[in-house]
């Protein structure tokens, strides 16, 4: 069974949405025919990652940030701010938002993608949120980049091959095209045998439910029109031993 997560590293909730996910796959009896996809989806595409040396990439103010976005006052974005980082810790989750930088995620989404090539897209996925939302790390910049990937068991030279050619923007477009089509309009968005969606980080019981009645329903191959072997049709196939004639 295969969940697809569509998310962006700098979405509060999808660090949080990953640990409850993490958390409802250890209760499911079949965890280990369960594979998890990591999808891209970008929060804020014409975000701009500061080059170095640039004022903007010093940590900023998050509140004046979030209030500026929402249109709140300073003070009702630093309650945001702490409401967030008191529900992330329910989960497990350190957030520093007070070292949080600003970024462009277009190419951490690629650094994602070769991660799945080489089977270390769990563990890239879980450093780039730590890098960015606990440890600061401008996750915007090439360099931090291939860091945090090789941190994950990447390949440097691999990695900054993939960020100059820009190997996988086209397959990141098309999987932020897919989550439109799906419905998506925020992120974390679980997508469960593409038979259920779950948007946002609901708690772990919820997704361990829909993990519990997808594979419910997925049922044997019903056969139609098969005889009993000996009697006809049934017998008209190859297998490992040879063709029935």
């Known amino acids: 069974m295969q969940v697809e ?90 957030m520093r938002f007070d070292l949080a930088v600003a970024a462009n995620t277009l190419d951490a989404h690629q650094v994602l993608h070769l991660a799945a090539e080489r089977g270390l897209q769990d563990a ?21 980049l291939v860091r945090l990937a090789v941190d994950a068991g990447l390949d440097a030279d691999e990695v900054r091959a993939v960020l100059a050619e820009g190997r996988y923007v086209d397959a990141v477009r098309a999987e932020e095209a897919e989550a439109a089509a799906l419905g998506a309009t925020g992120v974390p968005f679980f997508v469960v045998d593409r038979r259920y969606g779950v948007a946002g980080a609901q708690p772990a019981e919820q997704l361990l439910a829909v993990l519990q009645r997808a594979w419910d329903e997925r049922s044997p191959l019903t056969l139609v029109g098969a005889a009993a072997p000996g009697a006809g049709a049934a017998d008209h196939a190859c297998g490992p031993e040879g063709c029935a004639i």
């Open 5 to 94: 997560v569509w998310s962006d590293v700098v979405c509060p909730w999808c660090y949080i949405g990953k640990r409850r996910l993490e958390e409802a796959l250890a209760r499911f009896p079949h965890a280990d025919e369960v594979e998890v996809v990591w999808r891209a989806f970008e929060l804020d595409p014409s975000a701009r990652s500061a080059a170095p040396g640039d004022a903007a990439r010093e940590p900023g103010d998050y509140a004046r940030r979030l209030a500026a976005k929402y249109g709140t006052s300073v003070e009702q974005g630093q309650g945001m701010v702490d409401s967030m980082t008191a529900a992330a810790a329910a989960d497990g989750v350190e």
């Open 124 to 144: 890239a996925k879980e450093r780039l949120l730590r890098g960015y939302f606990t440890e600061g790390e401008a996750v915007g910049d090439h360099e931090v």
